[in-house]
Nanobody
Framework: QVQLVESGGGLVQAGGSLRLSCAVS????????MGWFRQAPGKEREFVAAITWRFSTTMYADSVKGRFTISRDNAKSTVYLQMNSLRPEDTAIYYC?????????????????WGQGTQVTVSS
């Protein structure tokens, strides 16, 4: 059983930076990607970024492209989300997610295991 634990959220001023971490445990060797999503109050959960385990291929939502960077450390079974130039509209709970089928996707329905989330609040 795969478990995901996020950390690194907090309160930051607009223009600031945060780095989120997602520690992955359990049967992870067969996966080929991981994703980050976020959910703001009153809004649906939306895709932020994804990365493959083997070749570190990445993709991003247009809203974060050029500001956020997803990366992974296979030895530590950890995925990171470096967030720079944060804006108030980035305020949300951020979740990492694991696709049981191993797909590299921006579709939240492709992901079957979710972390508990970490709050990111950006003040103006």
């Amino acid at each position: 059983q795969v478990q995901l634990v996020e950390s690194g959220g907090g309160l930051v001023q607009a223009g600031g930076s945060l780095r989120l971490s997602c520690a992955v445990s359990g049967r992870t060797l067969t996966t080929n990607s991981m994703g980050w999503f976020r959910q703001a109050p009153g809004k649906e959960r939306e895709f932020v970024a994804a990365i493959t385990w083997r070749f570190s291929t990445t993709m991003y939502a247009d809203s974060v492209k050029g500001r956020f960077t997803i990366s992974r450390d296979n030895a530590k079974s950890t995925v990171y989300l470096q967030m720079n130039s944060l804006r108030p509209e980035d305020t949300a709970i951020y979740y990492c997610a694991y696709p049981a089928g191993g797909s590299f996707s921006s579709n939240r329905n492709s992901y079957s295991v979710w972390g508990q989330g970490t709050q990111v609040t950006v003040s103006s």
